[in-house]
């Protein structure tokens, strides 16, 4: 597989479940990044990772978790959500050379509805 | 006040025309970069195009081309001879140094409708 893959592609759960969305990268870049994309909202960046470690948590509910065990992989552990949680959830990678970041490169994105 | 700001939020345009989606910003760095994405109802987000903000010309990518006005700080999207897998939500976004991190800040998109 090339670029940027997520799974699921939709999801439904129910406001006590527990779920997880994964995200992966073929890239070889060594950034990852967690977007959450609301209607009529512009994207909204959620966390960053770099090199593994969390750069950048945009004042996300701890009902959001995230996990990067490795460059490649990144994911998004969900619990006790609520309604308002329903979006488009974008992972995107990019590679950040010097301190610069690179262009950043999409996911196909989760649509999750929260019940 | 907004960083990016996409005044239209949706175009119709016939086939085989040319379309131009505007993007202004507003910023106070030097330095910065400004990108396009398509995004299909599929939901993924597709890089089109890229300009730096000390590049001299004009991004172009195919069909893509990036009319950039730096002292108007825009950075309109131009899509020539358009066709119909040209409908998508557009987005505008601009990387910019925040309390010395990288961010991408994105608009409100332009939802552009190519007619057969």
């Known amino acids: 597989e090339t670029g940027v893959t997520q799974t699921p592609r939709h999801l439904v759960m129910g406001m006590t479940n527990k779920k997880s969305l994964k995200c992966e990268q073929h890239?070889?870049?060594?950034?990852m990044y967690w977007y959450k994309q609301s209607a009529k909202k512009p994207l909204e960046l959620m966390f960053v990772?770099?090199?593994?470690?969390?750069?950048e948590n945009n004042s996300v509910p701890s009902r959001f978790s995230p996990e990067c065990p490795n460059s490649s992989h990144l994911f998004l552990h969900l619990h006790t959500l609520q309604p308002e949680d329903s979006a488009l959830y974008l992972c995107a990678s990019s590679q950040v050379s010097a301190g610069v970041q690179e262009t950043q490169y999409f996911g196909p994105g989760t649509r999750l509805l929260v019940l | 006040a907004q960083k990016i700001t996409q005044t239209q939020p949706g175009m119709f345009v016939q086939e085989k025309e040319a379309v131009t989606l505007d993007c202004t910003y507003d910023?106070?760095?030097?330095?910065?970069?400004l990108f396009w994405y398509k995004q299909p109802s599929s939901g993924e987000m597709i890089f089109l195009i890229y300009?730096?903000?000390?590049?001299?010309q004009n991004a172009t990518e195919g069909r893509y081309s990036l009319n950039f006005q730096k002292a108007r700080k825009s950075a309109n999207l131009v899509i020539s001879a358009s066709q119909l897998g040209d409908s998508a939500m557009y987005f505008c976004a601009m990387r910019e140094v925040v309390f010395g991190n990288e961010k991408l800040t994105f608009g409100t998109g332009t939802r552009l409708t190519i007619i057969p």
């Open positions: 890239l070889g870049h060594n950034a």
């Open positions: 990772y770099n090199f593994k470690e969390q750069t």
């Open positions: 300009q730096g903000s000390y590049d001299e």
């Open positions: 910023t106070s760095d030097q330095s910065y970069g």
